[in-house]
């Protein structure tokens, strides 16, 4: 904690050491050093942190938020950058931001498409700017207005049977949309990544959340939206270039070859002659000369078993498994 202090004390004593500096010595003339920037919002639904990431163009970097210490040394060298002493300031330093009118204008297009993401759909942003001298300080004004929220929430996967079978013996207490929450994009795709992940647990090997679509209704005039989450149908390619609309295949484990390689650097090769065991039936082990572990190590830590459907869970499970073996430095499953 004392070095902390001490650290503190030693960047703030440089920050007066250089503040004499001044901060626009590099800021051409009829152009402005952008100096800080601010939010003012309505509400708390959205945090200043959230807004930060949509801004294309940000102030010089503060140390611990303090001093603007690096734009200081840069403000420290000299003109002529044929000097060791410049060259050096300068690659240490951070050259002054110069204020892009363009790229606030930018900043409240993509704060106003966040804020309306999360719900308030007729949110407004309007930057301010003051210019002082040869900086300028913008502030984003945030009028959020009054958001929508979710009234009905309806799943639609009837069109394959046994999706909709998975589906309706599932927990749904996991659901992630909840009458009366904001009508949040995020949110509502973080739901299509649970049940994608659902399914993925359940054997569809080739399942991604773009096979689910929402279809929103928000024509009730309370600001209440309506949610259908509808799933899409596996489109085939056929031989003459058109497609067919079929179910979702879900895929069982065949065959089972763990490979036990020397060197963990090295890739199973076709070409070459390796030792096959048939340890059960579907259950191959294939090693260089002698295994490394016995079958039996290795049948005991396998979570994927021959027969049974694919599960992107006892995938995991079995990375988990066999990297925990001691003599084992790396893991790589392929399907």
Known sequence: MMKFFKLIFAVSLVGVLLSSCSSTKFVPEGQYLLDKVDFVTETDAVSNSDLKVYLRQEPNFKVFGLYKLYLSFYNMSGRDTSKWRNRQLRSIGEPPVIYEPYLTRRSEEEIQKFVQS?????????????????????????????????????????????????????????????????????????????????????????????????????????????????????????????????????????????????????????????????????????????????????????????????SSFFVERTYAKLNALGAVRSTNIEF
């Open 118 to 310: 999360k719900g308030f759909c007729n949110a407004e942003v309007k930057a301010w700017t003051e210019f002082k001298k040869k900086k300028v300080k913008v502030t984003y004004y945030i009028k959020e207005n009054e958001p929508y929220r979710l009234r009905n929430i309806t799943y639609n996967f009837e069109s394959d049977p046994e999706i909709d079978s998975i589906y309706a013996m599932s927990d749904k207490k996991s659901s992630l949309l909840k009458s009366g929450m904001l009508f949040d994009i995020d949110q509502l795709d973080e739901e299509r990544k649970r049940i994608d992940k659902l399914l993925k647990r359940r054997g569809y090997f080739y399942f991604n959340k773009d096979y689910l679509a929402y279809t929103a209704d928000s024509t009730l005039g309370t600001h209440q939206v309506d949610v259908t989450l509808t799933l899409k149908p596996y489109l085939k390619s056929m031989p003459d270039g058109t497609t067919q609309e079929e179910h979702h295949k879900r895929y069982t484990i065949n065959d089972v070859n763990v490979t036990v390689l020397k060197d963990s650097r090295a890739t199973f090769q076709p070409n070459l002659r390796y030792d096959t065991l048939l340890y059960k039936p579907n259950l191959n082990i294939i090693s260089e000369g002698k295994p490394r572990f016995r079958p039996k190590i290795i049948d005991e830590e396998l979570r994927i078993y021959p027969h049974l459907p694919y």
